[in-house]
């Protein structure tokens, strides 16, 4: 266990904090089981820290960069890839629910850009020849973590999860 743990802080420019940081977590979640550390406890506190890592970024970010995770990660769920045009209409949907002022398209897709870069979305631009180009966008995010990431941004608004916005949007706990 203290192996692993060494193992992923070196990987990490060999930070000392990183490895107590995991061995803190780890800690924390055995105690609470009941029981010795173990590599599972090890492995479910980096998955925890991972987490909590997307979840402090998204709440120090600008609203707007909110909204637009928001609008992405709560669109209508399909199997094809979300597509620029129709996440821009669930964020002016809530951007319009919230009264706030939507930004332009193209300010729209200059944050998707940031998300991508960020990771929280994998993006690409795809040419539909005359017809102009659109952004595909991909979540691949576990889905614990973009409900948390979507109870995260509606608090960050002041609105409850489990209000009248449960209905507006695909998110229900």
């Known amino acids: 266990m203290l192996e692993k743990i060494a193992a992923v802080s070196s990987r990490t420019h060999g930070d000392a904090r990183k490895a107590v940081e995991i ?25 925890e820290i991972e987490k909590d890592k997307y979840v402090a970024m998204i709440t120090n970010s600008p609203k707007q960069l ?67 180009r659109t952004k595909e966008i991909v979540v691949n995010l576990p889905k614990s973590l973009t409900d948390k990431l979507i109870q995260v941004v509606l608090m960050e608004f002041d609105l409850n999860p489990l209000s009248k916005y449960k209905n507006f949007f695909r998110y229900s706990s």
């Not at 909204?67 to 199997?79: E, G, N, Q, R, Y």
């Open 23 to 47: 061995l803190s977590k780890s800690a924390h979640i055995a105690e609470k089981e009941g029981s010795l550390i173990t590599l599972a406890h090890v492995d479910k506190a980096m998955d």
């Open 66 to 132: 909110q909204a637009t995770l928001f609008s992405i990660i709560s669109s209508p769920p399909s199997h094809k890839p979300l597509h620029t045009g129709v996440a821009y209409g669930t964020y002016r949907a809530f951007c319009a629910k919230i009264k706030m002022r939507a930004l332009t398209q193209r300010a729209f897709s200059d944050l998707i850009s940031e998300l991508d870069m960020y990771g929280f979305i994998q993006a690409r631009v795809l040419s539909q020849g005359r017809y102009g």
